[in-house]
């Protein structure tokens, strides 16, 4: 079964600073992965999937990850934080069947001024 | 559009009262429809999927159950809330047909006093 891991309950940066939230994840055949977004109190928000082509993803708000195979990784990264980017991030890699997700335990993003 | 709806919000219930969770998709068909939870610090978890009407799958033996009476209403149940039924309820659909994210609901917390 697949599986994922989010390196790092809380990640801290600085406004203005890079962005870098990890995931590895563990899967039998090529994986479908995705990030969210969930701010308080409300639905997650997909910021970007990875399935076939490119392995560089682009997402919504300056967001992107890269899908190294030989790392079993899948890193949302941003290169300058912004306030509003405070949230919580949750990686996901789809199983096979009738699609669904398996989502990591998330990770706070904390941004200071 | 499509468009998900989740309600209520939030709410308060005693130990050992029922609960029902209602969320409807609209604009689309034969939508793919998930109920997770959400705990503190244990990410997503998936509680039940359905790919049609009447089709409930569970993943987690546990004091809930799921129906699907309509194409685009799936409603979360309970005879008798426990303390540990208390978190974050969220819905989403997929199409299913492709590789997709999935869109959620707004959630409904839920508090078992």
């Known amino acids: 079964a697949q599986s994922v891991t989010q390196l790092g309950s809380h990640v801290s940066v600085s406004e203005g600073a890079l962005v870098l939230l990890r995931c590895n994840y563990s899967s039998s055949v090529p994986p479908y992965l995705f990030w969210y977004v969930q701010y308080p109190n409300q639905g997650l928000q997909l910021l970007l999937k990875y399935t076939t082509g490119a392995t560089l993803v682009k997402g919504i708000n300056g967001f992107e990850a890269e899908f190294k195979k030989s790392e079993t990784s899948f890193h949302l990264t941003k290169p300058s934080a912004h306030m509003s980017d405070a949230a919580e991030y949750f990686c996901?890699?789809?199983?096979?069947?009738?699609?669904?997700?398996?989502f990591g335990k998330g990770t706070m993003l904390l941004v200071s001024p | 559009s499509q468009t998900i709806h989740q309600w209520p919000a939030t709410l308060v219930q005693p130990v050992g009262s029922p609960l029902s969770l209602e969320c409807t998709v609209e604009g689309t068909s034969n939508p793919n429809l998930y109920w997770y939870r959400q705990a503190a610090g244990r990410g997503l978890q998936l509680l039940f999927y359905?790919?049609?009407?009447?089709?409930i799958s569970s993943e987690v033996p546990q004091n809930l159950s799921a129906s699907r009476p309509q194409d685009r209403q799936f409603i979360l149940s309970s005879k008798k809330l426990l303390l540990s039924d208390s978190g974050f309820y969220l819905c989403?659909?997929?199409?299913?047909?492709?590789?997709?994210?999935?869109?959620f609901g707004s959630g409904t917390r839920l508090t078992v006093v």
């Open positions: 989403a659909w997929t199409h299913g047909r492709e590789v997709e994210g999935y869109t």
């Open positions: 359905s790919v049609g009407i009447g089709q």
């Open positions: 996901a890699v789809m199983n096979s069947g009738y699609s669904t997700l398996t």
